[in-house]
Nanobody, 126 residues
Framework: QVQLVESGGGSVQAGGSLRLACAASGPPDSRNAVGWFRQVSGKEREFVAGIGWASSLTLYADSAKGRFTISKDNAKNTVYLQMNSLKPEDTADYYC???????????????????WGQGTQVTVSS
């Protein structure tokens, strides 16, 4: 069973930075990619960024390009989301997702991910 634990959320002013971490455990053959999603209450979960464990291929939502960077530390089984130039509209609960993706290519569709963390809250004030 894959388990994902997010950390690093918090409150920051607009223009600030946060780094989220997603620590993964469980069978590596059940998770060849990791993604970050976010959700605001009452809205659908939104893709932010994803990365392949072995391929290191990355995928970003347009809203994240140029401001967010996804990276991984294979030795620590941890994926990071560095978020810079944060805006109030980035305020959301951020979730880590993992699963088996063809060729380790991340997907922007939440239905394509098998495992989810509990989430970490990010609040950006203006």
């Amino acid at each position: 069973q894959v388990q994902l634990v997010e950390s690093g959320g918090g409150s920051v002013q607009a223009g600030g930075s946060l780094r989220l971490a997603c620590a993964a455990s469980g069978p590596p053959d059940s998770r060849n990619a990791v993604g970050w999603f976010r959700q605001v209450s009452g809205k659908e979960r939104e893709f932010v960024a994803g990365i392949g464990w072995a391929s290191s291929l990355t995928l970003y939502a347009d809203s994240a390009k140029g401001r967010f960077t996804i990276s991984k530390d294979n030795a620590k089984n941890t994926v990071y989301l560095q978020m810079n130039s944060l805006k109030p509209e980035d305020t959301a609960d951020y979730y880590c997702a993992a699963g088996i993706r063809p060729f380790g290519i991340p997907s922007a569709a939440s239905k394509d991910w098998n495992y989810w963390g509990q989430g970490t809250q990010v609040t950006v004030s203006s």
